[in-house]
């Protein structure tokens, strides 16, 4: 009888455990495949598979080898998380790979040979690459880097005497950008463009001068004797948020020549198989809040350059040379999804002329269903980022339309859960764009787990920061935990997100916070219909551009019972003058400088409509946040205390923008659920 019963539940008869809602420590269960790079033969692609660490409560990476052999796909761990490995790129002929890893403590380029899977360091300099590209002929390897200038003293200021304990040196600041998230301050010097052999030996400075030379990856012609490069070389750079010319310098150096003059931003070079085309992403300079990114080529040697994606009238986010040079596959947005499509060398006559070959490609980002993810092309083979609404990205592999691989790593964790069914909606705008058309709104709406049509539920709207970013239907763990806890989740794009077209995105030109928050209304206006949901416990927040439309619209609705924002924009002035976009944000997201456009920043500003506030509101911010600085929570925290409204700060210390480690995103999302609940009506 034992043995029966035992078949039985090997049989599925019945599971062993019952399945369970998502919980906070999955976060550090779950993983997801962020990188992806084919080999030139298409016979091998590395992959990164990233996890939060328990221990550290860091996220590491671990990069793994797939090979195909025919159609079959095999995979091994290439190089441990240990070795915080990254920026990979294989070598032309495919039997090397160099990586960025540290080195004592600084990082440095290594090379590993698959045939014995042994790592060698090649560079040990005080130079931290920061990218790396192989010459056509395997020999070399170009590589970006900081060189360090020493940092400036008062003059007159004593030497502190050995052993003694002085304070620290001041930071002596006369840059205009000296300060970026996630970086801090700036270490004084200029980066360069260096060269290195890929056999050893000391490494070369290509270019010259005491300021920034190389704004990103540069690009070997084919033969091997040149480099290009992103640079913004211009008079006045500085003040210049949509600014960079690409440059053509000698591999043996001397003076570069400038390559591009179209004012706006040229990067990401790539030359056409034959190396008589070069390939551009391209953003024009248009005085509008969003400048959308296409894909552009032009002769290599000079002369005119062409839009290929302007009939596409989406942003373009990653593109790869197809094999015979007569095209290219672009990868872009779309309507709260990512895809890749054949672009042909002519252009596109219309968006209906871009071939789809991946038609979904997964969001990588996990804290957010935000659209994104990585594809690479070689040698006739795809890898990307696979798509999942219930649990984060795999890896996909194909060949033409024929998909060869699939790896999800979070299958058996999976099995195990009962997760949030996510659902796609469209509503009707309430409120025309400038062109007079009343656009649909995408959305999404995640259901507690075991959802029953027949109870009523607690109504949460999420919104999405940027404001030109997106949302779509990719796994997230902030909303599954919301889910989890009892509450349905609307998430939606309204104007301002990108993949609509650029009309969409710049519908809140010079207006922000505008009219999104009508489109966000009429969500709420869909969802609080339901039958289902309970119209006295409605939710509202949002993080970042989220946290900007999460106070407007408490200043506009006393209808939600609580309120979450994060990291917010709350005071203009203040961000423009202190936040790490200075030439963006003053030049086009506002009319000009504050002093001369007073007036309209402080409208705009939701710190100037707080006296309208009467909802319970949390704010969360981390305290090294230098993209939305902490000072305008900090006002608008201090500002609802004065007029006795139900508020805390949550303070992440240490944190960023990004909300900080894995467990400040756990505090972030826990905080808010206990919030939302502590004002929930029974």
Do not use: C
């Not at 056509?136 to 007159?156: L, Q, S, Y």
């Not at 304070?167 to 360069?192: L, Q, V, Y």
């Not at 009309?503 to 869909?526: C, Q, R, W």
């Amino acid at each position: 009888m034992k043995t029966m019963l035992i078949l039985a539940l090997l049989a599925g008869a019945a599971p062993l455990y019952a399945a369970s809602p998502v919980e906070p420590m999955d976060l550090y269960r779950i993983s997801q495949v962020n990188t992806v790079e084919v080999s030139p033969n298409g016979k091998h692609v590395l992959f990164s598979r990233n996890y939060a660490d328990l221990a550290t409560d860091t996220r590491k990476n671990e990069i793994w080898l797939g090979t195909l052999d025919g159609d079959r796909f095999t995979r091994q761990l290439l190089i441990p998380a240990s070795a915080s490995a990254g920026g990979f790129a294989w070598s032309p002929d495919g039997t090397r790979i160099a990586y960025i890893a540290p080195w004592l403590g600084k990082p440095q380029i290594w090379i590993m040979k698959l045939s014995d899977g042994i790592a060698n360091v090649l560079t040990t300099g005080k130079v931290g690459p920061n990218f790396l590209r192989w010459s056509p002929d395997g020999r070399r390897i170009a590589f970006g880097g900081r060189v360090e200038a020493p940092p400036r003293k008062i003059t007159g200021m004593p030497e502190k005497p050995e052993g003694a304990t002085w304070a620290p040196p001041p930071k002596i600041i006369s840059d205009f950008s000296w300060r970026a998230d996630g970086e801090g301050f700036f270490t004084a010097g200029a980066d360069h463009l260096f060269i290195v052999e890929a056999g050893g030996g000391t490494p070369v400075q290509v270019t010259k001068g005491d300021t920034d030379q190389i704004f990103g990856p540069a690009e070997w012609t084919r033969d091997g004797s040149a480099l290009i490069y992103p640079a913004n070389m211009r008079e006045g750079r500085d003040n210049m948020g949509r600014e960079m010319d690409l440059w053509k310098i000698s591999a043996s150096g001397g003076t570069p020549v400038q390559l591009t003059s179209t004012k706006g931003v040229e990067t990401d070079p790539q030359l056409s198989p034959d190396g008589g085309t070069l390939a551009y992403a391209g953003t024009l300079d248009t005085p509008g809040f969003y400048a959308q990114d296409d894909l552009w080529v032009m002769p290599a040697g000079g002369g005119a350059a062409v839009n290929l994606t302007k009939a596409l009238d989406r942003p373009i986010m990653h593109y790869s040379w197809a094999d015979d040079g007569r095209g290219l596959y672009a990868q872009y947005n779309d309507a709260g999804l990512t895809r890749v499509a054949y672009i042909p060398k002519s252009g596109l006559k219309s968006a209906a002329d871009a071939r789809i070959v991946i038609p979904e490609v997964g969001g990588t980002r996990l804290y957010l269903p935000s659209s994104g993810g990585a594809f690479s092309y070689g040698g006739g083979t795809f890898a990307y980022t696979s798509s999942f609404s219930d649990r984060p990205a795999g890896l996909g592999v194909s060949r033409g339309a024929r998909e060869l691989a699939a790896i999800d790593f979070n299958a058996e964790w999976r099995a195990g859960k009962t997760v949030g069914k996510l659902e796609p909606v469209k509503y009707r705008a309430t409120v025309p764009l400038a062109n007079g058309t009343l656009p649909m709104i995408d959305g999404w709406v995640v259901y507690p787990p075991n959802f029953d049509p027949a109870k009523q539920y607690p109504f949460a709207l999420e919104i999405h920061g940027g404001p030109n970013t997106d949302y779509g239907p990719y796994f997230s763990i902030t909303h599954q935990l919301y889910a989890a806890a009892g509450y349905i989740v609307l998430f939606t794009n309204p104007r301002g997100s990108i993949g609509y077209g650029e009309a969409f995105a710049n519908g809140i030109d010079k207006t922000y916070p505008g009219e999104d928050h009508s489109d966000l209304m009429a969500g709420v206006d869909m969802m609080e219909a339901k039958p289902f949901v309970d119209k006295r416990n409605l939710f509202i927040g949002g993080g970042s551009g989220g946290g900007v439309l999460t106070t407007n619209a408490i200043a506009k609705t006393d209808r939600f019972r609580a309120a979450a924002a994060l990291r917010p924009v709350t005071d203009w002035t203040v961000q423009v003058l202190t936040a790490d976009g200075t030439a963006l944000f003053g030049n086009y997201w506002m009319p000009g400088k504050p002093w001369e456009h007073h007036e309209d920043y402080w409208r705009r500003s939701t710190l100037s409509m707080v006296g309208s506030v009467k909802t319970p509101t949390i704010l969360i911010e981390g305290d090294e946040d230098w993209r939305t600085p902490i000072a305008q929570t900090e006002a608008y925290y201090q500002a609802l205390k004065i007029n006795g409204v139900p508020a805390e700060m949550v303070r992440l210390i240490g944190a960023g923008h990004g909300m900080g480690r894995p467990s400040q995103w756990l505090q972030t999302n826990l905080t808010v659920i206990d919030w939302y609940n502590r004002f929930k009506g029974k």
